[in-house]
């Protein structure tokens, strides 16, 4: 569904993509990962034919773009970051004016949008103006409207940002049930949570390259020890001098944190018990772990 080679795009003297590789799958949910400005916003334009590239090729629903972008984003839905309904028309209005951008006939789309309301909970709310929708509704719909013309892949750009853990949850739902119902969808995020649940396959993107690719758990199991000890309290730096490299397969400080990694916790835990200043949080390892690892825990901006 995308095939994406040597990707290069320059914004002056910065290299903002370095030769990114890409392949998404009919049917499957791809996530695209990195820290703030790692490049994830200038793919998604790149692939939609909004910019050109410097070199590399794109072949997006089988159209090359940027030469065949118009064709190519009749197959794709899009989810901005930000919410870009028209707010002077109502819910249902919103969905008529995007199915004409795409050429649609009134008809066509009458047809489509009972089906669309019901998909994104709104039927209830097909009259009401946008300004009288909560974030979790606007985003539903905008995700409803993505799919006005029957894509075959979507593009979502952190779809859940900004949106209460109900919210969340109601939007994950729906995009279960879009790839259940055979869609692909390429999806930007910063929460590992969502990355983890969602996705088949991920990329994760630093400074313009891929540094890791593959299945969430493949990911975890690859780069990760199994279990984590996150210790902190008083005490700390000293208890990290005496015992992390002797209990810890590998360990990093971070602030006032020791992030100690392990196959096994027990023995670190047993020896905390002779350490009561201290607290920890014992959990499995995480997508975020592997996150941290290959982009660093420092700011980005
Ligand atoms: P991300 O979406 O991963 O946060 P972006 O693709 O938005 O990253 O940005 C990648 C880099 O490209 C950043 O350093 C950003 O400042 C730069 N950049 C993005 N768009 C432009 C632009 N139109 N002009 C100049 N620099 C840009």
């Not at 040597?6 to 049917?27: A, I, N, P």
């Not at 590992?192 to 990911?219: Q, S, Y």
């Not at 984590?228 to 000293?238: N, Q, R």
């Amino acid at each position: 569904m995308l095939k994406v080679r040597g990707l290069t795009k320059k914004y002056g003297d910065t290299e903002v993509l370095r030769g990114l590789d890409l392949t998404v799958r009919r049917g499957e949910c791809f996530g695209l990962l990195g820290p703030n400005g790692a490049g994830k916003t200038t793919t998604l334009r790149l692939l939609l034919g909004l910019i050109e590239p410097d070199s590399g090729s794109i072949e997006l629903a089988g159209f090359s773009v940027p030469k065949h972008a118009r064709e190519a984003r009749m197959k794709v839905g899009v989810v901005p970051q930000m919410d870009n309904l028209d707010p002077d028309f109502s819910v249902r209005e919103n969905l008529f004016a995007y199915g004409r951008y795409f050429g649609m006939e009134k008809s066509a789309i009458a047809a489509r949008v009972p089906h669309l309301l019901e998909f994104a909970g709104l039927a209830h709310k097909a009259d009401a103006k946008i300004t009288q929708l909560s974030g979790g509704m606007k985003r539903r719909l905008t995700l409803a409207r993505a799919l006005v013309h029957d894509p075959d892949i979507l593009f979502l750009d952190e779809p859940t940002t900004g949106l209460d853990p109900q919210a969340r949850h109601l939007i994950w739902q729906g995009l279960r049930q879009l790839i259940a119902d055979g869609k692909t969808i390429v999806l930007t995020t910063h929460f590992m949570d969502e990355a983890e649940r969602l996705t088949d396959r991920l990329a994760i993107l630093d400074h313009g390259c891929l540094v890791a690719e593959g299945a969430p758990r493949a990911l975890i199991e690859s780069h990760i020890e199994p279990v984590v000890v996150e210790v902190f309290g008083e005490g700390l730096a000293d208890w990290t001098r005496n015992h992390a490299a002797s209990l810890c397969q590998r360990f990093e400080t971070v602030g006032e944190t020791l992030f100690c990694y392990n196959s096994n916790a027990d023995t670190v835990i047993e020896a905390l018990k002779h350490a009561p200043t201290l607290r920890y949080l014992h959990r499995p390892s995480s997508l975020e772990d592997v996150f941290l690892k290959l982009t660093g825990r420092d700011l980005r901006d």
